[in-house]
């Protein structure tokens, strides 16, 4: 029965892509597909609603479900055509997260506001344990709104200190007020987010235009008008120009034959210029009808709307409205979290496969951290054609294609060593990569535009492809080094054989290492040379790629040169995980050099707590040999 293990378990980790691929389909009386795959501009590229709901939702809130009081569920996409066109529904949610006590403090909040109650036992006893949230960390809009001055205030006076200085509050105000604004851009951008009825105001308009303008004209030049008509003119128009400034997204396309990314429009802007036409922008009527039916909450005319309204698209911006839907198709995909589940499973079989069924659980661990990479390997190349760009673009990109490529990294290991190692290794460092890539994804769109030194396609699928397989193959030394001091401290799983074979490998990865970090340092170089006209300028950027080149160069040299034997080189290969995170993570957080990208609280504490587990590690890994559990089985062998 054994032998069919790997066979069960890969059906099941099959069945769990499948259905992120192809899920089931859920039943609305609105047309919201329909809806999310409508292209919008927005950060500088056109993308599908979908995604605007998605990324707004986890800027706010960390998350991208939004849970209501009564305990039902919203999708991104519901949440969105609330925030859009029912103002005051979605002022109800809870979609602000605030954690800082201080700032929970600023907004009003108590111990006795703060605590959440369960009704049923089972939910109150894991809370107590943990598993539950034990007090509430999102609010509403209307909770916020008394004290939107004060935490304006706050916030301007944090945002006189450099990043680095703020104190956790500052950070969490200033957060907090940012995401607010955020907040209001979103719902200033189809529809005035007021009791006004925007339908029946542009009708009216489109009816009166002519008629109007002359009114204004005549009133602007002392002549006889129709004040009534220059008076409601002129409110439209002070309406179009607050929705101009406040909103942040274009989701008018142009009118004219030209079909190009930068002629899209706000809706207030769109209105504007109406003025001048004499003809309301029929791309706003659509939305102003889209909102009425939403708000009405009347499905066919919804429905009618969105098929009418795509189908002018399709025949007028059918490349973006493929790239929208395919955009869409991903993100209900959800190629990176589904691949976390399955390595996760893989490490967890391989980690079983050192204490029962050695071989079947070896090659279900194997297969699956195949499958877990090809699926992997699909939304990063997914991601390269949406984006047009290669892999690496930003440090969400760098955090899949580091877990990508130290995951290839112990695929072949595996093959080479079946020993459950390179699954168990490659199980946890895809695993850690999806969790560091889903924080930073809560940053925003990490489709995100070039920024203007960066827009080199060539440097971008060199140099920048090549240090990060350097990064991979640097952390992969240091997490094979792991294992090797906990199965040796802490087991009995770890003879001689298992020992000599993490040391090849450890020491072929660093080999490796040292290849790719050394010529994409060199490669960075020749680009800075071409961008700001030298090639080597002491950025802290620099000195990272420069220091993973030389620890590497060190473990080598100590290996060859006997100044360290086994128990040494697999502490040095730890402490290049501290060395390489610094290099990844930590220059970028200087606020000084042109590779910074900006202090982040979370990524800090993050990167400190790793960096002591880092150096616990080896320091435990120095208790004496004849402590180690492993020690009469490495002698015996």
């Not at 922008?281 to 939305?287: L, V």
Request: glycine fraction near 8%.
């Amino acid at each position: 029965m054994k032998r069919f293990i790997p066979y069960f378990v890969l059906a099941l980790g099959l069945a769990v892509v499948l259905r992120s691929i192809f899920p089931s389909p859920t039943e609305f009386d609105f047309d919201l597909e329909g809806f999310s795959r409508l292209p919008v501009l927005a950060d500088g590229r056109t993308k599908p609603f979908d995604t605007v709901g998605r990324t707004t939702l986890l800027m706010l809130q960390s998350r991208q479900a939004v849970y209501l009081e009564d305990g039902s569920k919203l999708t991104p996409n519901q949440w969105l055509l609330d925030a859009l066109f029912r103002p005051n529904k979605v002022n109800t949610y809870r979609t602000f997260k605030v954690e800082n006590l201080e700032a929970l403090e600023l907004i009003g909040q108590t111990e006795e506001t703060l605590k959440r109650e369960y009704d049923g036992t089972v939910a109150r006893f894991m809370a107590v344990l943990g598993f539950l949230p034990s007090r509430h960390s999102r609010f509403s809009f209307e909770q916020l709104e008394s004290y939107l001055a004060e935490i304006d205030r706050q916030a301007g006076l944090a945002g006189e200190l450099e990043a680095a200085q703020r104190s956790p509050f500052q950070r969490a105000v200033l957060k907090l007020r940012n995401n607010l604004v955020l907040y209001q851009q979103v719902k200033h951008s189809l529809v005035l987010p007021e009791d006004v009825e925007f339908l029946t105001l542009l009708q009216e308009l489109q009816d009166n235009y002519g008629p109007g303008i002359a009114a204004v004209r005549a009133r602007s030049q002392g002549e006889d008008h129709d004040e009534e008509l220059a008076a409601q003119m002129l409110e439209a128009g002070q309406i179009f120009l607050r929705m101009d400034n406040l909103a942040n997204l274009l989701p008018l396309p142009p009118l004219g034959e030209d079909t190009s990314d930068h002629l899209w429009q706000k809706t207030g802007r769109g209105l504007l210029e109406s003025f001048q036409s004499g003809m309301v922008n029929p791309y706003a009527m659509a939305y102003a009808g889209l909102g009425q039916a939403w708000k009405s909450q009347s499905s066919e005319q919804f429905n009618t709307i969105v098929e009418l309204y795509t189908a002018q698209l399709d025949n007028k911006f059918s490349a973006q409205m493929k790239k929208a839907e395919a955009e869409r198709k991903f993100n209900e995909a959800a190629p990176f979290y589904t691949s976390l589940l399955v390595y996760v499973f893989a490490f967890l079989i391989a980690f079983a496969s050192w204490l029962i069924w050695p071989e079947a659980l070896q090659k279900s661990a194997y297969w699956l951290l195949i499958l877990a990479w090809v699926a992997t390997t699909a939304g990063i190349v997914t991601r390269m054609w949406l984006e047009g760009r290669p892999p690496v673009t930003n440090l969400y990109s760098s955090a899949l294609f580091v877990g990508w490529g130290c995951v290839g990294l112990c695929i072949i290991l595996e093959k080479l060593f079946p020993n459950g190692i390179g699954s168990t290794a490659g199980g946890l460092t895809g695993f850690a990569t999806m969790v560091i890539a889903h924080q930073l994804s809560l940053t925003g769109d990490t489709l995100e535009m070039m920024r203007a030194v960066l827009d080199s396609n060539f440097w971008l699928a060199t140099h920048v492809i090549i240090i990060t397989i350097g990064y991979s193959a640097t952390f992969l030394s240091g997490f094979l080094a792991v294992i090797y001091f906990f199965r040796a401290i802490f087991t009995k799983s770890l003879d001689k054989d298992t020992a000599k074979s993490l040391e090849r490998m450890v020491y072929g990865i660093v080999c490796f290492a040292t290849l790719f970090s050394l010529v994409g340092t060199i490669l960075g170089g020749i680009w800075a040379d071409q961008s700001w006209g030298r090639f080597w300028g002491w950025d802290p950027k620099e000195n990272g790629a420069l220091l993973i080149v030389i620890w590497n160069a060190i473990i080598l040299h100590a290996r060859w040169g006997g100044l360290a034997r086994t128990r040494g080189i697999m502490a040095l290969a730890i402490f290049g995980n501290i060395v390489t995170s610094w290099s990844w993570f930590g220059t970028n957080m200087l606020g000084v050099g042109l590779h910074s990208y900006g202090f982040m609280d979370e990524a800090f504490t993050a990167l400190v707590a790793f960096v002591a587990a880092n150096l616990l590690i080896i320091a435990i890994a120095y208790v004496p040999a004849k402590m180690w559990r492993s020690s009469e089985r490495l002698k015996a062998a």
